[in-house]
């Protein structure tokens, strides 16, 4: 027997005085990484009838995660499965009305910030201080909250970070933040190499901090209910389980800080209608200098540098790339050449910005690194201006 959207939930859910049928029907959610916690968050969001949801992930399907990922199954892993395609087909057959968009590809540089400022709210399932100060800094500039989760072991926690009372950064020790900047630092071979290793953890805990996650989204899409008392957020907060002795404990750990390099205004946005990331660069930047009614024109690419040359040391060989910094990895997987010389004998040619001198104005924006629906960060003779990408607001949907 088929079940309408609109009555999912109906006879369930309605039952709870606090839940909104049409608000968790239309909301709009982002789940970044689909492993062990991504599977309990999406499979909750799923149950509760969630209208939208985009998955992010750009990693493929181990036999290791089949232990504690309930939407994985053992030929998905033979076949190396994108985790995200699979994961978004298990959740349309838990609940086929629920809309979900699988995205292979990294959180801040294959993401455009336009689907991060139209989403509620961004879950971060996620394994590395790298990714999460990463999607920290993406969920200020969009200024949409998100709920942090980790396990380890038998041990879970659990926080919800909004912009202007709490940030991830602020939160890290000094010596975390000087193990970080170092590896953003390096070229993106060598911080790739840095990240290797699984962390030990059970289905269960899994279960229980993806539980929280979901159950903090829900409490921010219904966000009348913790303004007027009846739900307590953990935003300023942090929920610890432990599950050795079955010990839990949430205390307070809200820090802001004015000087903050995550703190970024990315406001006001303004939404340009013709510009989208398949344009090449040479017509991106006469757009843009139509729009804003100056030549002086230069975008900043922040999340990535454009790489067109490797050059060997000692030696000085030249190999072309013409690639985003984080594809080069791949470039150097691909060429024997490269390969037995990764990071510590290779410098790399990169562009920061891009004006009318950038030497390759034929790519198009997303061959230099840009998402589609980005929101362009353009410095002009006139000052500073913040350009959605408007073209491609649908780019995503249509990744079914």
């Known amino acids: 027997m088929s079940t309408e959207k609109n009555n999912w939930g109906e006879g369930v859910f309605d039952l709870l005085s606090w839940f909104r049928m049409d ?53 998905d892993a033979d076949k190396g499965y994108y985790k995200a395609d699979v994961a978004a ?25 336009g689907l991060y400022r139209s989403v509620d709210v961004v879950l971060g399932c996620l394994d590395s201080q790298i990714a999460r100060m990463q999607l920290n800094r993406q969920c200020i500039r969009a200024g949409v ?7 380890d072991n038998l041990v879970g926690m659990a926080r919800v970070f909004k912009k202007g009372v709490n940030c991830y950064e602020c939160e890290l020790s000094e010596s975390s933040k000087i193990q970080i900047y170092n590896k953003l630092s390096c070229s993106d071979v060598a911080r790739r190499n840095t990240e290797h290793g699984r962390v030990p953890t059970t289905p269960v805990i899994a279960s229980i901090i993806g539980a929280v996650q979901v159950q903090e989204a829900m409490k921010l899409l219904h966000e009348g209910y913790v303004k007027d008392g009846t739900f307590t957020s953990l935003c300023g907060r942090w929920f610890n389980y432990e599950g050795s002795h079955m010990t839990t404990r949430v205390y307070k750990s809200a820090v802001w800080s004015d ?4 703190h970024e205004d990315w406001e006001p946005v303004i939404a340009v209608d013709n510009l989208g990331a398949g344009m090449t660069v040479a017509s991106a930047l006469q757009c843009i200098s139509e729009k804003l009614g100056t030549s002086n024109v230069e975008i900043n690419l922040r999340n990535t540098r454009f ?36 990071n510590s004998d290779i410098n790399q040619n ?42 491609d607001r649908n780019y995503y949907d249509s990744r079914i």
């Open 145 to 151: 909250p998100w709920v942090d989760g980790g396990i």
């Open 307 to 342: 790489v067109d040359k490797l050059v060997t040391r000692g030696d000085n060989k030249v190999f072309n790339v013409m690639c985003p910094e984080f594809r080069v990895a791949d470039s150097i997987d691909a060429d024997r050449r490269l390969y037995t010389r990764l």
């Open 23 to 75: 608000r968790v029907h239309d909301a709009r959610v982002m789940v970044v990484g689909s492993g062990a916690l991504g599977n309990e968050a999406l499979k909750n969001l799923a149950l509760f009838g969630i209208g939208h949801i985009y998955v992010v992930d750009f990693d493929t399907i181990e036999y290791s995660n089949l232990t504690r990922s309930i939407l994985f199954r053992e030929e």
């Open 350 to 391: 990169a562009f920061e910005n891009i004006d009318s001198t950038f030497p390759y104005q034929d790519l198009t924006l997303n061959q230099v690194g840009i998402p589609y629906w980005d929101v362009l960060q353009v410095s002009t003779d006139k000052g500073m201006y913040f350009l959605e990408m408007a073209a």
């Open 89 to 113: 087909a298990r959740v349309r057959e838990i609940n086929k009305n629920v809309e979900i968009h699988p995205i292979i590809g990294r959180l801040d540089a294959e993401v455009g910030l």
């Open 259 to 262: 000087d903050c390099m995550a």
